[in-house]
């Protein structure tokens, strides 16, 4: 249940957003804060206002910086929590052991929604919080609301192509939000918002999960801006380290199909697909990929699709929003080319 709270339960819906990450990504951990305010903010009744929005960031480290853009954004409350002996890679057993002694003492109550990010990890925590709780798991959703009495959710299924309500009269409720491009209504900050800070440890008695060394150091494909995947069409691991610098160049994370995966040019962990990973950064760039059924049920719906494949009849041209009929082993080196040759020329101008 909710633990032994220092202070009462809130009576009025409040929003807690937990920032928490692979990494301690001070950009991303902010931009998790931006996406829950932008949410709460966008569905407000006009009549109530819009709720509290606290926000728990978890890290290893104290970052002055990161607290400092927090408090630019509308959030009431920061409570900073810092791990030092947080494992790596970061496991959501540490974090959800951490949180859940935290929530309790911000009171986590029954009018609580709590969003994590649409990540594995946020995900994982998320639901693992929510049984801890004694809450609702909502899994991973596109929007929410509060009904009062109760709170809902919108939840995507069939690969982001439909999205079904669900709601729950009594939370707190849990949810790994990945926010829908174009919601943004920019909240101003706060004034005299609260910083608290926190100091905690985990208990290392968790089982431990040891990270394939081939994972260690990529970027995840879940919660990156740019996924360039590669396909059978890549021939081998050579063709995937093109596609790493290109992802490198783009910002962006490396995925695969499944049969690059089965053949280890890209660890599982990167597999994007039905039976791999769902996505939903704003570009994709499939080089190689034919664009099977399987493949496409891992994209969401509003990502732009750019599809490289030497086959003019390729299915992945019928998803794509560009499509370039091309061989990767001549265009993926130019394209490379071309962008450095365009950074090049930038920072001369400068
Ligand atoms: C239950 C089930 C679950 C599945 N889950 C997934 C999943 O999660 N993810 C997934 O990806 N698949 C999944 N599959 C497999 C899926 O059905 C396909 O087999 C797979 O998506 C095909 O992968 P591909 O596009 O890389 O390979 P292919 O279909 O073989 O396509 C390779 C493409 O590369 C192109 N190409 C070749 N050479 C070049 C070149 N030099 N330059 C440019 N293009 C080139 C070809 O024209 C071709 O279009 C699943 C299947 C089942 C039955």
């Not at 570009?283 to 509003?302: E, F, N």
Request: net charge negative; with cysteine.
């Amino acid at each position: 249940m909710y633990g032994q709270p220092n202070v009462t339960p809130s009576p009025t819906p409040r929003v807690i957003a937990l920032l928490i990450a692979e990494r301690d990504d001070a950009h991303e951990l902010a931009r998790h804060a931006e996406d829950v305010l932008n949410e709460t903010f966008a569905r407000a009744p006009a009549q109530a206002g819009p709720p509290d929005v606290l926000a728990v960031c978890v890290t290893r480290r104290y970052d002055p910086q990161l607290v400092e853009s927090l408090l630019r954004l509308a959030l009431r409350t920061i409570v900073a929590v810092t791990v030092p002996d947080l494992r790596a890679p970061v496991q959501a057993a540490d974090l959800a052991s951490v949180l859940e002694r935290t929530l309790a003492a911000q009171a986590l109550g029954p009018h609580d929604f709590v969003c994590a990010p649409a990540s594995a990890l946020g995900e994982e925590v998320a639901g693992r919080l929510a049984a801890a709780c004694g809450g609702v798991a909502f899994g991973r959703i596109q929007q929410f609301g509060f009904d009062h009495p109760g709170a809902h959710a919108h939840r995507t299924v069939f690969g982001g192509r439909a999205s079904v309500r669900v709601q729950a009269r009594t939370g707190p409720w849990f949810g790994g939000l990945r926010a829908q491009p174009g919601s943004a209504n920019k909240p101003s900050a706060v004034p005299g918002a609260t910083v608290l800070r926190e100091e905690a440890s985990v208990p290392h008695d968790a089982d431990e999960i040891t990270l394939l060394p081939a994972d260690a150091g990529r970027r995840p494909v879940e919660t990156a801006r740019v996924v360039v995947s590669g396909g059978r069409g890549m021939q081998g691991a050579e063709g995937f380290a093109l596609l790493e610098q290109l992802a490198t160049r783009l910002d962006g994370a490396v995925g695969g199909s499944l049969p690059a995966v089965d053949a280890g040019w890209v660890p599982v962990t990167h597999q994007v697909g039905q039976s791999g990973k769902f996505v939903s950064p704003e570009v994709y760039v499939a080089v190689g990929i034919s664009g099977t059924p399987q493949h496409l049920a891992g994209i969401g719906s509003a990502t732009r699709i750019v599809a490289i494949n030497n086959d003019e009849d390729a299915d992945i041209f019928r998803a794509a929003d560009l499509g370039i009929v091309a061989d990767w082993h001549t265009f993926v080196p130019a394209l490379i080319a071309r962008i450095d040759a365009a950074r090049c020329a930038d920072a001369g101008s400068r």
